[in-house]
């Protein structure tokens, strides 16, 4: 597992930029209702997505539990971060309009730590919002690309974020489906050089940096041809649940 405490210097850089950010908040806000006001975005990073959400004209707030992410982000948006575990966020009940976790169900160590942060996402929502979050992350990556084929050989981790997991788990705090959309994660088509890198800093959870059997899938890689060259770039998938009106279960275009 990486530590993001570590990776916030570089995150942006290796991770798209400002193409995959704008990519990123033009789907989410495709999601979130026009009458909406306050939105919070738990696991906000370094804010370069967040920031967007405020030039849309929203009041935003940003939280994340790395410190240095929280610094990044704070700087992007002054007085408008906190740093809070989305396991337990510090903001009273139906508080925002809409709630946002972009790449972080994948992150939990647990189930149950997938269902707290479902539930707290939809405690902090009020009545007609929407909470949007990304899911199977890790399905995004494969491409079917020459590398996928040989990553396909390592050994299998959890899917905490698996669609029908989180419709489930939103289902039993009352929010209902209310939307999909996708973007383009631009700049993130992996190369065989950089994907050794990435083994090496911890990225993949099942081949931990160091082992044998992480060598060895980097000894595969590197045989591979146009060592530097991007293979396509990831497409992630976002769901959206909303908390009916007044405790009312109607589903998406009743009103």
């Given at each position: 597992?990486?530590?993001?405490?570590?990776?916030?210097?570089r995150?942006d850089?290796?991770?798209g930029?400002?193409?995959?950010?704008?990519?990123?908040?033009?789907?989410?806000?495709?999601?979130?209702?026009?009458?909406?006001?306050?939105?919070?975005?738990?696991?906000?990073?370094?804010?370069?997505?967040?920031?967007?959400?405020?030039?849309a004209?929203?009041?935003?707030?940003?939280?994340?539990?790395?410190?240095?992410?929280?610094?990044?982000?704070?700087?992007?948006?002054?007085?408008?971060?906190?740093?809070a575990?989305?396991?337990?966020?510090?903001?009273?009940?139906a508080?925002f309009?809409?709630?946002?976790?972009?790449?972080?169900?994948?992150?939990?160590?647990?189930?149950?730590?997938?269902?707290?942060?479902?539930?707290?996402c939809?405690?902090?929502?009020?009545?007609?919002?929407?909470?949007?979050?990304?899911?199977?992350?890790?399905a995004?990556?494969?491409?079917?690309?020459?590398?996928?084929?040989?990553?396909?050989?390592?050994p299998?981790?959890?899917?905490?974020?698996?669609?029908?997991?989180?419709?489930?788990?939103?289902?039993?705090?009352?929010?209902?489906?209310?939307?999909?959309?996708r973007?383009?994660?631009?700049?993130?088509?992996?190369?065989?050089?950089?994907?050794?890198?990435d083994?090496?800093?911890?990225?993949?959870?099942?081949?931990?940096?160091?082992?044998?059997?992480?060598?060895?899938?980097?000894?595969?890689l590197?045989?591979?041809?146009?060592?530097d060259?991007?293979?396509?770039?990831?497409?992630?998938?976002?769901?959206?649940?909303?908390?009916?009106?007044?405790?009312?279960?109607?589903?998406?275009?009743?009103?």
């Amino acid at each position: 597992m990486l530590d993001y405490d570590e990776e916030a210097e570089r995150y942006d850089a290796l991770r798209g930029g400002e193409p995959r950010a704008a990519a990123a908040a033009d789907a989410v806000l495709s999601l979130v209702p026009g009458r909406a006001r306050d939105l919070l975005d738990a696991a906000c990073g370094t804010g370069i997505v967040t920031r967007r959400f405020a030039a849309a004209g929203l009041r935003v707030t940003g939280a994340d539990l790395a410190a240095s992410m929280t610094r990044m982000a704070a700087a992007r948006l002054p007085d408008a971060v906190v740093r809070a575990d989305s396991r337990r966020l510090p903001f009273a009940d139906a508080r925002f309009d809409a709630v946002v976790s972009v790449w972080l169900l994948h992150l939990m160590p647990g189930p149950e730590d997938v269902r707290a942060v479902i539930g707290e996402c939809a405690r902090v929502l009020r009545p007609g919002g929407v909470y949007v979050t990304t899911v199977h992350k890790g399905a995004s990556h494969n491409v079917g690309s020459d590398i996928d084929a040989i990553l396909a050989a390592r050994p299998p981790s959890p899917v905490l974020d698996a669609p029908a997991e989180v419709e489930a788990l939103a289902a039993g705090h009352g929010l209902v489906p209310a939307g999909r959309a996708r973007f383009q994660g631009h700049g993130q088509g992996r190369s065989p050089r950089r994907t050794i890198a990435d083994l090496r800093r911890g990225w993949f959870v099942t081949l931990p940096p160091g082992e044998p059997l992480a060598d060895r899938f980097a000894a595969r890689l590197a045989e591979l041809p146009d060592q530097d060259r991007p293979r396509p770039d990831p497409v992630f998938s976002l769901r959206a649940y909303r908390k009916p009106p007044h405790g009312n279960p109607r589903g998406p275009g009743d009103d």
